[in-house]
């Protein structure tokens, strides 16, 4: 922290918006065929976000696809996967669902075992449809989508956020499954959290949600340790869920070992989920965001 510190000092916000720039203008490293491809373009919410081919998620064939060509237009989710605080694939960072592709979230929700999602948008912001209403919201509801069912069982509401319990069945194995829905209620796009307290209370009630069903898994799971990726997903899936992604990231490896970096976090993260962080006041954030919780840690003097 203290080093952090000095950086920040040595930058200023300039410095730290003028790194931000350095970042933007490195091109992401691979191809972006299969989002560009015409039959999926329906299925991106923004034509100018895309997914990179090389760590998209690939939904799983179906037995009725097994004709490739088919296959092919049916395995494509705008979802990547990113890898976290030595974790890899900790985060699926994805778009806000679109009507048309809601069956695709929670086949991918189902295939890729996600236990936790983590939405950073409202469902909509002044008249703006941000993200469809790709679960049933009121408790007791439920909707079915392609071949999932979901159940609201419980919410719980909270000043800055809302934890849905849902339960999934899969119509066509019978078989089901208890997801968490954390919804962050104050942050808009292209801008930054009223309150980095309000966020990183959130990342903690994410990340004890997240380890206690892992816990609770035991010896089922047989994936990583820290359990299956957690699903993250905005309006675009680049700004906020970055922002988010790049917080925890930085927070864990600042507990760990008591260092961090930035820079080289976001990064590394553009080259997995393209365009990752979209403005420098996001970015900054991150500096700022990870600067407040180290003074409320006590890991600095609160008059910095
Ligand atoms: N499997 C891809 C999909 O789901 O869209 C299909 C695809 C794969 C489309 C490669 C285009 C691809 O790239 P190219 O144009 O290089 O064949
Ligand atoms: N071109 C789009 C637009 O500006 O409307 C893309 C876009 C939308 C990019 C939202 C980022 C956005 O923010 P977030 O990733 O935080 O949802």
Redesign the pocket.
């Given at each position: 922290p203290q080093e952090l510190l000095a950086h920040l000092g040595r930058l200023q916000r300039s410095g730290i918006h003028q790194e931000y720039e350095e970042l933007r203008k490195e091109t992401p490293p691979g191809t972006f065929h299969c989002a560009q491809a015409a039959y999926n373009q329906e299925k991106n919410?923004?034509?100018?976000?895309l997914c990179l081919d090389q760590t998209r998620v690939r939904l799983k064939p179906r037995r009725n696809e097994v004709n490739s060509f088919n296959q092919q237009r049916s395995d494509y989710i705008n979802a990547s996967f990113m890898d976290g605080y030595k974790q890899k694939n900790a985060y699926i960072g994805t778009?806000?669902p679109l009507e048309r592709t809601y069956g695709d979230f929670w086949r991918m929700v189902w295939e890729q075992n996600v236990l936790v999602i983590v939405m950073?948008?409202r469902t909509d912001e002044g008249s703006r449809r941000?993200c469809g209403q790709y679960w049933p919201l009121e408790e007791g509801g439920q909707e079915v989508y392609g071949h999932m069912a979901v159940v609201n069982q419980r919410v719980d509401h909270h000043t800055h956020y809302n934890h849905t319990t849902l339960e999934l069945h899969n119509t066509e194995t019978c078989e089901q499954r208890q997801v968490s829905h954390f919804q962050y209620l104050s942050?808009p796009?292209?801008g930054v959290p009223t309150s980095a307290v309000t966020l990183i209370e959130f990342l903690g009630a994410v990340k004890r949600q997240q380890r206690k069903v892992v816990k609770a898994l035991g010896p089922q799971w047989t994936g990583h340790p820290l359990g299956p990726p957690m699903v993250v997903h905005?309006?675009?899936?680049?700004?906020?869920?970055?922002?988010f992604c790049a917080l925890d990231i930085c927070l864990s490896q600042l507990q760990d070992v008591g260092s961090l970096n930035v820079c080289q976090t976001v990064r590394r993260m553009r080259t997995q989920r393209a365009?990752s962080i979209?403005t420098p006041d996001?970015y900054y954030f991150c500096y700022n965001a990870i600067l407040e919780h180290a003074q409320r840690q006590g890991l600095l003097p609160s008059n910095q």
């Open positions: 919410r923004y034509g100018d976000v778009q806000g950073t948008t941000k942050w796009d292209y905005c309006s675009a899936g680049i700004g906020r869920t970055g922002t365009f979209q996001q």
